[in-house]
């Protein structure tokens, strides 16, 4: 798992979810939009499998590399080269060829924002303490 207040991979990976989440919610708000659209094919960003095998490459033990890029991605490195994938849904058409369906999206909507809404505030809680910390308790 990330380390410490300042570790730099817990930084990057509240970042980089933060962005991503961004990038679902997009993703979901247009499938939403669409779901009246004929033979639409409702699309997902996927990601989490991908931030954890990223997490997972930081916890390996591996040789010094000597300069960047030595050994390939690692730690916040690998975090920040995780960009999802784009899914495409093509299981339970309707009988218009749409694979939206409105309350799995507005489910998926509900999750992701706060999911979002918790990483924000963790990254948020993170500089509160190091503000805290810089102005010696003050």
């Known amino acids: 798992m990330p380390s410490g207040l300042t570790g730099t991979e817990t930084y990057q990976l509240l970042a980089q979810s933060l962005d991503l989440r961004a990038r679902a919610q997009e993703r979901i708000a247009a499938n939403l939009a ?36 030595h050994f390939g991605a690692t730690g916040a490195d690998a975090i920040g080269k995780v960009h999802g994938t784009e899914k495409v849904i093509r299981d ?39 503000k805290y910390v810089i102005r010696e308790g003050r």
């Open 92 to 130: 339970g058409a309707g009988p218009d060829g749409s694979t939206v369906t409105p309350e799995e999206e507005m489910a998926r909507m509900a999750e992701n924002a706060v999911m979002f809404d918790a990483a924000a505030q963790i990254i948020g809680s993170k500089y509160r303490s190091l």
């Open 34 to 69: 669409n779901q009246d659209t004929p033979g639409y094919q409702a699309r997902r960003i996927e990601f989490q499998d991908a931030l954890k095998g990223a997490l997972g490459a930081e916890n390996t033990l591996r040789p010094a590399a000597t300069r960047p890029g």
